[in-house]
């Protein structure tokens, strides 16, 4: 079975860094582009990042450019977000995503999420 | 960006009935668009992609619609799991954007 499962969340001051994890089984985690999306409390749903199978491509949403990176270890079937300057507006549950194959193809299969609290 | 307009932000329907949600973005998107579930306390779903292609174990009363810059998700017959948010997704543009979504709800 698929399944994506996120840690690394938590509380942190304005300012501070956290690192998010996603942790990938059920299928071969290199074939595929693997995405971050996040969700206000109470709000809908935001893009925030892509890395292509490879880890060579990335993309980002302006909100987090320069802030945020993306990264993924394929021997150890994870993807991961590096979270720095933090603001109080990434206040969100960050949800890992699986897309159907390149970084722009759709969201197949998603995590539960993470919950990361700036204040 | 690409702007996605969801209407309306809140369907109230009664089992049994059709609903027509609607995604609208703010510069041609051709055909890629998407359409996800959302319910309550749980991750979204795929459901359509690339505007009319039901993904894998969606049942048929799902159906998506359109191009450019009009799309409609329609779910023929409302069964009691089909209540929840539906946001529509663009992948033709970066940055990948969403629409604020509808809530459909039982009347």
């Known amino acids: 079975e698929v399944h994506l499962l996120e840690s690394g969340g938590g509380s942190v001051q304005p300012g501070g860094s956290l690192r998010l994890s996603c942790a990938a089984s059920?299928?071969?985690?290199?074939?595929?582009?693997m995405s971050w999306v996040r969700q206000a409390p109470g709000k809908g749903l935001e893009w925030v990042s892509v890395?292509?199978?490879?880890?060579?491509?990335?993309y980002y949403a302006d909100s987090v450019k320069g802030r945020f990176t993306i990264s993924r270890d394929n021997a150890k079937s994870t993807l991961y977000l590096q979270m720095s300057s933090l603001r109080a507006e990434d206040t969100a549950l960050y949800h890992c995503?699986?897309?159907?194959?390149?970084?722009?193809?759709?969201?197949?299969?998603w995590g539960q999420g993470t919950m990361v609290t700036v204040s | 960006e690409t702007v996605l307009t969801q209407s309306p932000a809140t369907l109230s329907l009664s089992p049994g009935e059709r609903a027509t949600l609607s995604c609208r973005a703010s510069?041609?998107?051709?055909?890629?668009l998407v359409w996800y579930q959302q319910k309550p306390g749980q991750a979204p779903r795929l459901l359509i992609y690339?505007?009319?292609n039901r993904a894998t174990g969606i049942p048929a009363r799902f159906s998506g619609s359109g191009s450019g810059t009009d799309f409609t998700l329609t779910i023929s017959s409302l069964e009691p799991e089909d209540f929840a948010v539906y946001y529509c997704?663009?992948?033709?543009?970066?940055?990948?954007?969403f629409g604020g979504g509808t809530k459909v709800e039982i009347k």
């Open positions: 690339d505007a009319s």
């Open positions: 995503a699986k897309t159907q194959g390149v970084v722009y193809d759709p969201f197949d299969i």
């Open positions: 997704q663009q992948r033709a543009r970066w940055p990948l954007t």
């Open positions: 059920g299928f071969t985690f290199s074939t595929y582009a």
């Open positions: 890395i292509s199978g490879s880890g060579d491509s990335t």
């Open positions: 510069q041609s998107v051709g055909s890629l």
